[in-house]
């Protein structure tokens, strides 16, 4: 069972740039040795926190996307709660929602295929709409 | 709520177009003027729109902070769907999304004054 996540967390500011990179990299042969693969790693810098955590008022944001069971997830999370410089984290299910957007988007790509172009059509749909009324 | 003040303000409000147009009942065109009022009602409130539906925004993401804080009051409360316009299926996600950002540091809680 192969699920997408978006497992975001927030290092220490005055953290060193090789720490990080010694991190990420054990958190990426943990995702590997679990089964799991690794899409992307985005390091998104140094950024103001909206309220203090373990009083720091920045921290540096790293977004890891991975693809795996829920026990890799676990794991991982386990890990960075005994990670001491991560001072927060999150993990977000992105899968589902990916795959109801590409629904969106497929139905739209039908639509738009359907109706040839006409010039209500950068009207958008309620343009469309009017135009019938009218008509 | 959308019906109702359509209903309401149909007599009022969609007379102007009424006569140039007849039989256009359509709906208003997003963020357009309110329209002048000839006597009726003192004040005109300007119906809502969703803006997801309208710019058809489908992904709310927690990490878009920029969209995000539009929704969000300076308290660090969610604003109401009474106020914002947006629909129940797009304020349902907007408001995980912005727990979603609150839990990572994104966004703030609700509760500092300021």
């Known amino acids: ?135 | 709520m959308a019906e109702e003040t359509r209903t309401t303000s149909a007599p009022a409000g969609e007379r102007p177009a009424g006569e140039q147009r007849p039989g256009y009942r359509g709906p208003r065109p997003a963020g357009g003027p309110g329209g002048p009022r000839e006597g009726g009602r003192k004040y005109f409130r300007r119906k809502k729109v969703c803006k997801f539906c309208v710019e058809k925004i489908e992904a709310i993401n927690y990490k878009d902070v920029r969209l995000l804080s539009q929704f969000v009051a300076e308290s660090g409360k969610i604003v109401p769907r009474r106020l914002t316009g947006v629909c129940t299926p797009h304020q349902r996600r907007l408001s995980t999304a912005i727990k979603q950002a609150r839990n990572i540091a994104l966004l703030p809680f609700a509760g500092r004054p300021s």
């Open chain 1, 1 to 135: 069972m192969n699920r997408t996540y978006e497992l975001m967390f927030i290092v220490r500011p005055d953290m060193v740039e090789e720490e990080l990179d010694k991190l990420i990299s054990t958190l990426e042969s943990q995702v590997a040795s679990s089964g799991g693969t690794v899409k992307s790693v985005e390091r998104m810098g140094k950024r103001r926190l909206a309220y203090t955590v373990r009083r720091f008022q920045d921290g540096m944001y790293v977004l890891l996307t991975a693809e795996g069971s829920g026990a890799l997830i676990h794991e991982l999370e386990r890990r960075l709660r005994v990670t001491e410089p991560v001072i927060k984290f999150l993990t977000v299910r992105v899968d589902e929602e990916q795959k109801r957007l590409d629904k969106i988007k497929q139905i739209r790509e039908a639509r738009k295929k359907k109706a040839p172009p006409t010039p209500a059509e950068t009207g958008g749909e309620t343009g469309g709409e009017t135009a019938a009324v009218t008509a």
